[in-house]
T-cell receptor, first 112, second 113 residues
Framework: EDQVTQSPEALRLQEGESSSLNCSYTVSGLRGLFWYRQDPGKGPEFLFTLYSAGEEKEKERLKATLTKKESFLHITAPKPEDSATYLCAVQRTGSNDYKLSFGAGTTVTVRA | NAGVTQTPKFQVLKTGQSMTLQCAQDMNHNSMYWYRQDPGMGLRLIYYSASEGTTDKGEVPNGYNVSRLNKREFSLRLESAAPSQTSVYFC????????????FGSGTRLTVV
């Protein structure tokens, strides 16, 4: 069974204070690792897909990296608008249904 | 705006009542999904439909049924609601293929008393 564990559960940052979120995973074969952002009262919003170890993707102040066992989401010089819950999910190879298994998320609060 | 539309946004049910959560997407996506989200547990897959005409169980299907009415619509039914089904329910859709992330609806907050 696929397992996705995110840490920490919550992260409080000062504006401009860079940090990283961790997503460790166990899956029989990784087709893709996904990052989503979720604002309170809303559905998750797609950020990135990573496919192979060593891959990196960036969007504004966010950079996602992937190793064979975990992924990191780096937030560089965060702003209050980066406050949200960040979700990680994995998709397994060998199936044609493209289901995602999600972690519980990391809630990031950025104070001005 | 294009996307996934869920109705209703909020619902309170009494134990034993039934209801149907509606979901429609206008992006011509093949695949649709129903998840529930509970504090500390993340999103868990209830049912999914890889393509029109097919449905399959996910991780937590007990107490639920689904109908893929057509390519646009995928409904979730609770036949006899229980307090354990109090949750936030999200519908999502995606194109077929690993490159495509899901597009989620804004959710239905369901309370069963």
């Amino acid at each position: 069974e696929d397992q996705v564990t995110q840490s920490p559960e919550a992260l409080r940052l000062q504006e401009g204070e860079s940090s990283s979120l961790n997503c460790s995973y166990t899956v029989s074969g990784l087709r893709g690792l996904f990052w989503y952002r979720q604002d309170p009262g809303k559905g998750p919003e797609f950020l990135f897909t990573l496919y192979s170890a060593g891959e990196e993707k960036e969007k504004e102040r966010l950079k996602a990296t992937l190793t064979k066992k975990e992924s990191f989401l780096h937030i560089t010089a965060p702003k209050p608008e980066d406050s949200a819950t960040y979700l990680c999910a994995v998709q397994r190879t060998g199936s044609n249904d493209y289901k995602l298994s999600f972690g519980a998320g990391t809630t990031v609060t950025v104070r001005a | 705006n294009a996307g996934v539309t869920q109705t209703p946004k909020f619902q309170v049910l009494k134990t034993g009542q039934s209801m149907t959560l509606q979901c429609a997407q206008d992006m011509n996506h093949n695949s649709m999904y129903w998840y529930r989200q509970d504090p500390g547990m993340g999103l868990r897959l209830i049912y999914y439909s890889a393509s029109e005409g097919t449905t399959d169980k996910g991780e937590v299907p007990n107490g639920y049924n689904v109908s893929r009415l057509n390519k646009r619509e995928f409904s979730l039914r609770l036949e006899s609601a229980a307090p354990s089904q109090t949750s936030v329910y999200f519908c999502a859709s995606s194109e077929t293929g690993p490159s495509y992330g899901y597009t989620f609806g804004s959710g239905t907050r369901l309370t069963v008393v």
